[in-house]
């Protein structure tokens, strides 16, 4: 991580979350016993957020979706796909946006551009965000194990992430946030490059795992950055 990166951090203190269900409420977990404040939101109010937001403590709080983008200095996206242009564009100017989502046909509906592949779903929410700075993070991995494998900068069995992004210094904020929330990163290239860490790759779900086989039962396989840039060269299209 860069010197500047680890200086903004300092200064980086409150976590927005557009989406509080299984990937954005185990982000918020991990954000808020790394130390940042969280801001949660869902599609239904924030009254819906009681439970999560008692669970989490007095660093948690639950607002509407443009007041947890306006509220984080960092956010994370982390909705169906389908539902991406509810996203508040206002209060994400010029803020890095973490992008979890994946695109399923049969909870999305076709998207003709994803299956002609001629974009990805991470460049379609960069176009709805023209003012942000969108990275893929957090896409790839099963929240269950996402949860079990985060551990302290310089464990020996740190797990390593994916992240996709067009703006090196979004990048280097992501990198800083996994660090403090326990994990390493790879850098899986540009918004273009994120189907390479999409469902149906190498390095899909099945990398944390251990493989297909055990995937619900499993507790987690730690990561290193050698095998994830094996699954991600590996991709095919
Ligand atoms: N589950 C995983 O392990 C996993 C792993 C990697 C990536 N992903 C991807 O990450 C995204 C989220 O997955 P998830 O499993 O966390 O889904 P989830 O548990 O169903 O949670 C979705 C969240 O998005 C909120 N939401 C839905 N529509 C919204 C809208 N229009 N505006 C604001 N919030 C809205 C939901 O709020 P309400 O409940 O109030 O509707 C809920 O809080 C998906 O794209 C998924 O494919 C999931």
Redesign the pocket.
């Known amino acids: 991580m860069s010197g500047l990166a680890r200086r903004l951090m300092v200064f980086m203190t409150t976590v927005g979350f557009?989406?509080?269900?299984?990937?954005?409420g185990t982000v918020a977990r991990l954000a808020v016993a790394a130390g940042y404040d969280v801001v949660l939101?869902?599609?239904?109010g924030p009254q819906?957020l009681k439970e999560l937001v008692d669970e989490l403590g007095p660093k948690a709080s639950a607002g509407t979706?443009a007041e947890a983008a306006a509220a984080g200095d960092l956010v994370v996206v982390?909705?169906?796909?389908k539902?991406y242009r509810?996203i508040p564009v206002e209060p994400l100017a010029g803020k890095t946006v973490l992008d979890?989502?994946?695109y399923?046909t049969q909870r999305d509906g076709a998207f003709p551009e994803l299956d002609a592949a001629s974009t990805t779903s991470s460049e379609l929410l960069q176009r709805h965000l023209t003012t942000s700075k969108v990275v893929k993070a957090?896409?790839?991995?099963?929240?269950e194990h996402l949860r079990a494998l985060a551990r302290p900068t310089g464990a020996a069995d740190r797990s390593v992430l994916a992240i996709a992004g067009d703006d090196a210094g979004a990048k280097g904020e992501t990198t800083a946030f996994l660090d403090r929330i326990g994990y390493d990163t790879v850098d899986a290239g540009s918004l273009a490059d994120g189907w390479r860490l999409q469902p149906g790759t190498p390095s899909y779900g099945f990398l944390y795992s251990g493989g297909i086989e055990n995937f619900w039962e499993s507790p987690g396989v730690p990561v290193d950055a050698a095998a994830l840039r094996a699954k991600l060269a590996a991709a095919q299209r």
Do not use: V
Request: charged letters at 5%.
């Open positions: 557009i989406g509080s269900g299984n990937i954005g939101s869902n599609s239904r819906t979706s982390s909705i169906p796909l539902a509810d979890t989502n994946n399923y957090f896409n790839n991995i099963y929240f």
